[in-house]
């Protein structure tokens, strides 16, 4: 068995590209212009210059793992090992690009049910190997990196074989599904019993219904629908220790609540394998607006306004004058002066855009819920942009991931990361971080763009996610990124100023950090947990846990 197509997404987001993936002209000319960027392309190396090395899976481990799940599910091939070596960051995506080492596992098992992957759990704890969760693939902050710890090899589990509907009880509202599941096959899954799930990342069309649990996910409607851990019921668990399960009602005062335990803990204390999820009626009606404020500070406000005044649109996304102005220039540059000129027009000198959508399953209560928030928003005087942005951030939502191929294709160092912190911070916050990378990444010939949004927002306060935009170190471009995201990790930490993931998980990249936010109490408080279920630590070695 080979599932070659996989081994091809690890050296981007699709395989094929698609027309999102093709940067258009007057974008490359407005990167040039903006950034310092030069003409030099850097495609996509050729597998041949990846180092794969032999499989050091034994002999004894490879059969036993064959008796589990049949021989020919378990894969030792090169291009097998190869795609899934590492998730979807933009140092994953370089390494399969040929610059610096790939961690690729020894062998990809793809068992068939719960109870093979309890049974997969068992041999890897009874032959001290490393196991590694692997659903969609999409980490980018190394959760799903096949490190070995000090173990002599190490497996990559892939879920892609549990891909059920298990159960749908539609007077509670709750469906059981399978942790492989991908989260497009979970809608079309639910939208046949008119139910939905409601949960969209930009991560949607490949993350599963395992690793939103993993990892403690955050979808763009959550503002809405809630986040992942909102939506959860009930976990069942595979561990060295046996199989787990929790959740049996929809409140308990039986101790603390333990689903939120596995919950976020990203593999390292059992893996995931299937998940009752709360569901809600599948929305009939749908209605995506853009608005613009003027200047960050009043954009903020607004939101802060809306998420306290409890009218949040289902989606509520703002971006800063940075992020509107890629978004204004990818769209077209001939749209660029055309809005600008609009704009100034009605006193909008720093432009922020609002988007704001609202689904539901009525015209009449769309139409009271719509009022109610343009109701508080119109203190803060925006200009609306109508139902054309709107739908045009809709159609577009999951393209990013695409563009940062094409940016990559063209010699961009571009990524993303994310926090989160109160409201009498945020601006703080993005200032401090804004700082600490537009410093790391700024050198003769390379200006960066650091461009923000707030993704989420709550009554407390937000999140905010940066993308940043800046002409590849081809001397050093692992280093470029790394120092910058420390240089940012640092100032999120520093007090700290706010989270060090709202919703990308720990992982590699953060596990640093941890000990800063939950203190040394809190990781000893993980470690003893992960002993309990993991005593020898075979479970997603050097991930959450150290």
């Known amino acids: 068995m080979t599932n070659n197509s996989d081994h091809l997404v690890r050296r981007g987001w699709t395989p094929d590209g698609g027309q999102d993936a093709i940067l258009p002209p007057h974008a490359t000319r407005w990167l040039a212009s903006r950034t310092g960027l030069d003409a030099r392309p850097t495609p996509v190396a050729p597998d041949s210059v990846l180092t794969v090395p032999e499989s050091a899976l034994s002999e004894q481990a490879r059969k036993a793992l064959g008796q589990v799940v049949g021989e020919r599910h378990v894969l030792t091939g ?64 190394g959760g799903v990196t096949a490190l070995r710890g000090d173990k002599a090899a190490v497996v990559v589990l892939d879920l892609m074989r549990l891909d059920k509907l298990v159960s749908v009880d539609p007077v509670s509202r709750l469906a059981v599904l399978q942790a492989g599941v991908v989260a497009p096959a979970a809608e079309r899954l639910l939208a046949a019993h008119g139910l939905t799930l409601g949960h969209v990342p930009q991560s949607f069309e490949r993350a599963t219904i395992g690793g939103f649990a993993a990892t403690r996910s955050s979808g763009q ?34 101790g603390p609540d333990l689903r939120q335990l596995v919950v976020g803990s990203e593999g390292a204390f059992g893996v995931i394998t299937e998940v009752t999820v709360r569901v809600r009626e599948l929305p009939t009606v749908r209605r995506y607006e853009g608005f613009v404020l003027d200047g960050w500070e009043a954009g903020a406000a607004a939101v802060r306004e809306l998420a306290q005044a409890r009218v949040l649109g289902d989606v509520t996304r703002l971006s800063d004058p940075q992020e509107t102005e890629v978004a204004f220039t990818m769209s077209g540059g001939w749209k660029t002066a055309v809005v600008r000129k609009y704009l100034r027009a009605r006193g909008i000198l720093e432009p922020c855009l609002l988007i704001l959508g609202w689904e539901t399953t009525s015209t009449e209560e769309l139409a009271l819920r719509r009022r109610a928030t343009l109701r508080v928003l119109r203190r803060q005087r925006p200009v609306s942009l109508g139902t054309a942005a709107g739908e045009s951030w809709r159609h577009g939502r999951f393209a990013g991931p695409r563009q940062r191929d094409a940016l990559m294709d063209k010699g961009v160092c571009v990524e993303t990361l994310e926090t ?25 010939g390379r200006t960066p763009i650091v461009a923000c949004h707030i993704s989420h927002a709550y009554e407390t306060g937000a999140s905010l996610y940066f993308t940043t935009i800046v002409p590849r170190d081809l001397d050093d471009p692992e280093g470029q990124w790394q120092r910058a995201k420390a240089a940012a990790c640092e100032a999120i930490s520093d007090g700290p100023l706010g989270t060090i993931s709202h919703h990308h998980a720990v992982g590699v990249d953060h596990a640093p950090y941890l000990a800063r936010e939950i203190g040394d109490l809190g990781t000893e408080v993980l470690a003893a947990v992960k002993h309990t279920l993991d005593p020898d630590g075979v479970l997603n070695p050097g991930k959450l846990v150290r």
């Open 78 to 141: 090169r291009d097998d090992r190869l795609g899934r070596a590492g998730g979807l960051s933009y140092l994953d995506l370089l390494r399969h690009r040929g610059s610096g080492p790939l961690a690729v596992p020894d062998a990809v098992v793809v068992p068939e049910d719960p109870a093979q992957v309890q049974q997969v759990v068992e041999v890897c704890a009874a032959n001290d190997i490393g196991l590694v969760p692997f659903g969609g693939g999409t980490s980018v902050v």
């Open 221 to 254: 409607a959550s503002s809405g629908y809630g986040r992942f851990e909102d939506m959860v019921e009930g976990v069942r668990v595979a561990t060295p220790r046996g199989e787990w399960r929790l959740g049996v009602s929809p409140a308990s005062a039986a």
């Open 420 to 444: 989160a912190t109160y409201w009498s911070s945020l601006a703080t916050l993005r200032t401090e971080v804004r700082a600490a990378l537009i410093g790391s990444l700024s050198a003769p």
